[in-house]
T-cell receptor, first 112, second 111 residues
Framework: SQQGEEDPQALSIQEGENATMNCSYK?????LQWYRQNSGRGLVHLIL?????REKHSGRLRVTLDTSKKSSSLLITASRAADTASYFC????????????FGPGTRLSVLP | DTAVSQTPKYLVTQMGNDKSIKCEQN?????MYWYKQDSKKFLKIMFS???????INETVPNRFSPKSPDKAHLNLHINSLELGDSAVYFC??????????FGSGTRLTVV
């Protein structure tokens, strides 16, 4: 299985601090995605990074991808209480790219 | 105007019953999915349908059967429900290699 695994499992920070979450995977990918899940809700797509990209930004989010280390990181800058959620990385499994495998997630708590 | 809608949101039923969960997307996406999220938050793909063809069927018991009347709908039918089927089931859709759009989930409790 090339399931991505997020690290840490849980992270607690103060508002205004930066939060960094990591994702490691096992086999080659075409792209990697990050999702957020608020408690009791569905997953929301945050950002997609392709295997030929090294870094991508979206607002306060910064995603990096190191294919040599088979790892990715998600940085949330200037965190807010509303960022409290679980964050998942998902990797695609093949050249058709239809089967994305999700990791167990990182539970982020941003304290006011 | 929810992009991916699934019903019901909550479902409580007894062991042995048969139940269905409906999913509809209005995004024009070609592929729809069902994922199961267990109590530890692990998300596992169950099925995906592309242009009415099943293209992925992971090791899911045959008590679970997806039904897609058209590319905007993918319903999940479950026969002979078991305690271990209790979980949150998410429907999602995507357009080739782009991000998934998820529904808000159906919390199934089997008692």
């Amino acid at each position: 299985s090339q399931q991505g695994e997020e690290d840490p499992q849980a992270l607690s920070i103060q508002e205004g601090e930066n939060a960094t979450m990591n994702c490691s995977y096992k086999t080659s990918i075409n792209n990697l995605q990050w999702y957020r899940q608020n408690s009791g809700r569905g997953l929301v797509h945050l950002i997609l990074i392709r295997s030929n990209e090294r870094e991508k930004h979206s607002g306060r989010l910064r995603v990096t991808l190191d294919t040599s280390k088979k790892s990715s990181s998600l940085l949330i800058t200037a965190s807010r209480a509303a960022d409290t959620a679980s964050y998942f990385c998902a990797t695609d499994a093949g050249n058709y790219g239809q089967n994305f495998v999700f990791g167990p997630g990182t539970r982020l708590s941003v304290l006011p | 105007d929810t992009a991916v809608s699934q019903t019901p949101k909550y479902l409580v039923t007894q062991m042995g019953n048969d139940k269905s969960i409906k999913c509809e997307q209005n995004l024009g996406h070609d592929t729809m999915y069902w994922y199961k999220q267990d109590s530890k938050k692990f998300l596992k793909i169950m099925f995906s349908y592309n242009n009415k063809e099943l293209i992925i069927n992971e090791t899911v018991p045959n008590r679970f059967s997806p039904k897609s009347p058209d590319k905007a709908h993918l319903n999940l039918h479950i026969n002979s429900l078991e305690l271990g089927d209790s979980a949150v089931y998410f429907c999602a859709s995507s357009q080739y290699r782009y991000g998934y759009t998820f529904g808000s989930g159906t919390r199934l409790t089997v008692v």
